[in-house]
């Protein structure tokens, strides 16, 4: 088990090299750069930018470099100097920029995420249990309108309504008499009633697949041979339903972990937007429309990273939860 | 409020500011007459400030408020939709120049940090005198050593500025600056330049032509040692002293990027950011005060919220978040605003855009391919562009009514520039004419569509950005579509995002640009108008004559008469700068492009929906929204107040 879990260590760093290669080649492949996304922005809100400054700028941001040097001095100062960069749009270190948003995306996204399972699990048994019934239609239509509702017109929706019949403040996470305060149990209960609308809102999307895999994977498991000899030794059906078919169902859940975490960062930017929450997301969205090269490259960078781990992790957890997994 | 109201607003061309008269002058108080906000009371009283008489200047700037005197406290919310947008943010916290503009002809110059200035004979010499004791936020002096310091030090510093701006030069060589006194500085030109006079009125606030140098000079190698500057740079997670030193001066955009340390001499300072929010107080050295002698301004907080999502900035103003909002409220979402003004307790003000066009389109005469560059240059061709659209049909359906049908000209405010002949030239609508210009020209209908005037299929696309303005240039493409289409030409629309759009003109591989008309505003217009093709990314309607101005006549190919003789009206206008001067350039490039249809306008003039809390006070009741008039801050918003 150690040697295989090493051995997938030494593997990340050649795979994140080439990631971080391919990455940055990606920021810089559409046209133009930082600069002429900069300029372009500031003619549409009517300023006018001369050629002398452009030249200017370009040659302090170092623009006017090959695009291998701009890389090496990029992965140069991470690797040596733990310096991600200067983000062009917001002039402030890359790395300033994304910790301050790291508290309220995780938070955002652990309670989106156990939402979802909380909601997806039982519902997908209960479907598989009592397949064709009532109710595994009411929630399989149910299920697949979530599915098919885009999200952020579920978010404006959510606004709307929060706004004009319960006149909550829009978007955010709290309401502008809290923002300032310290932490208390109005402010809180403040943060609970605007939280659950991106809870609800990110954790539906997920809910709608999960019902569905979940249900699929119960039913295989039900008619498969071991679970009518449990029954007929007499085992309670609810025991066993949990005992057995669901422990292999939840497997798929185990093996989307590597795409959950860096889905925590970047997952649901265009919600995270509409609703104003300040997580990462949006952060993310400006820095490729800007090709802000450094924000962007971390940001990539990192989703990298994060996949990578999460990937391992959720092989790791396979392999302790499933013994066929283990012992193979 | 209903909509039937909006029929009842008058087609105003004139943007006659109806405002209260703002008086300034400066009157003498007695030291006993001034009064401070209640939130700077403890600070005042437990001596951590000094009082009001020894932070405001021995005679500080009275400014007559709008309709009454204001009372103190509250915060004013505001939004941003983007880290440069920062309209809205400027409405509530307005600019301070060393002078500024008169808001209600839009070119007298009156005084502000700069209490005079004079010329001399030959205008090569403009002399500035600043305000006796003004004060930065922190209660260190604002003196010309603050504009030395700007010039010397960070102008002249190849590291910081590696290239001279262009308006600080005159005949091909920069300007020297002297320091006469504590209070006055000069300014000497090589050659004259009445023009610098009114881009310090626009632009001359801090960043521009000064920097809070006792803040600053810790961070310059000049007077820090450059060895624990460049280690102080690298702690706080920059590359080099250049970077932090940046960090420490921002202030042109201080909306889009706080800097919570520089000292401030605006009214408002920003003190913290929590998630989205930007939050700045008042600067409590603040020059100027009211009437009565109660030192400005009268609110206490601002409060800018970053709102990426229009359609949410669109659904917050509507529901009363925001105490001003007006930089992306278009005249399209007009009804929405209309209809919730009650519920959001919020009011809607019809101010002017400061747009002659919202989409002005640009049919490119230097167009690669060489049978639709001989057809582009035909001047029938462009004028029976111009004729085969219905402006009326796109006032009604786009703007309510409300704008004005007209070529891309400038803004009628103020007057001096504008002749309603010139500006609507070509723009009735006569289908029939334009098709009989087409039959002239020899571009007969060969099946569905009409040839080129050689007999080979005819196509050409409009490539456009539809942001600004709301879904307004949509609309105004998807009509002129049907438009021309209507006149037998085979005319497509392609739709790219905005920097993509510059890419494709900029290179030429465009048959037909489009683009918003601002800098519209006279005398402002002359820093940047969009009617000739004085810069690439402005030239859409003749990339390559263009390019031959920009770079002198190095590259691209020579423009034709008409359009050098526009230029150098322009050049003529910029060199001289007098306001005389101005205007007169002002008409020639305005009628050199009706003449020449070198771009195609469709429907301009029309209102941009204000929104203002019913809390908000002293917001004029009529006025212009616009990016080259400083959006608000023309209106003196150190006088806005909440009412309690």
New interface residues.
Partial sequence: MWGFVLRRLIWMVPTLIVISVISFIIIQL???DYL??Y??????????V????I??LR??YGLNDPIWVQYFKWLG?IVF?G?FG?SF?????V??LIIERLP?TFLVATCSLLFAWSVALPIGIFSAVKQYSLGDYFFTILGFLGLGIPNFMLA?TF??VS??YFGL??????S?QY??APWSLDKFIDLLSHLWIPVVIVGTAGTAGLIRITRANVLDELRKPYVETARSKGLHPMLLILKYPVRIALNPFVSSMGFILPGMISGEVIVS????L?TTG?LL??ALLS?DTYLAGAFVLMLAVLTVIGVLISDILLAWLDPRIRLS | MTLSTIGGWSRRLVGTAALATLLLSTTAFGAAAFQQSPMLDAAVADGSLPPIEQRLPPEPLVVTPVSEVGSYGGTA?AMRS????FGDATSVVGIESLTRLNAEDGATIEPNLAQSWEWSNDDKTLTMTLRKGLKWSDGEPFTTADIAFWWDDVINNAEL??????DWMSAGEPMTVTVVDEQTFKLDFKAPNRLIELLIARDGYQGQIFLPAHFLKPFHPKYADPAKLAEMA?A????TW??LF??KA?SDDVF??ANFDSPVIRAFKPV?A????L?LERNPFYFKVDTEGNQLPYIDKV?V?????P??YT??AS?G?ADLALENTTITQMPVFIDNAEKGGYRVLEYSA?FTNIANMMLNQTVADPDKRALFQDIRFRKALEIAINRDEINELVFFGLGTPMQNSILPIGGRCWDEAVSKTNTQFDPDGAKALLDEIGMKMDGEWRTLPNGKPFKFTLTY?P??GGDAKRKIVELTQTYFRNIGLNFDVREVE??????FTTSNQHDMGLW?A??ATDPLWV??PKIIPR?Q??GAFATLWATWF?THGEKGEEPPRDMKDAMAAWEKAKATGTPEALVEGCKAVVKANADGAWTIGTVGAFPQPLIVSNAMRNIPEQGMA???WGYMARYHPEQFYLAQ
């Fill in positions: 559409p046209p133009g002429s996304s300029i372009a922005r500031l003619e549409a809100l009517g300023t006018t001369d050629q002398a400054t030249d200017a040659l302090r100062n100097d310096n200067y749009e917001w002039r402030l270190p790395s300033q309220t404006l606004l709307y706004n004009r403040s829009i978007g955010g996470l709290f502008p923002l300032n937007i509409v609703l104003n300040p949006p969205y400006a090709q | 919310r983007s880290t440069e947008e500025t590696p290239t001279m701006p262009g690298k706080a997670g920059y590359a250049a970077e940046a960090q921002l889009g990027v913290s929590i998630g989205s929010h939050i409060d919220d970053l709102v990426q999502n359609e949410v659904l917050k529901s978040e400061g950005w942001g600004e905005r920097s993509l759009y510059f890419e918003h601002d800098s820093t940047g810069t990314r402005h920009e616009s990016w080259d």
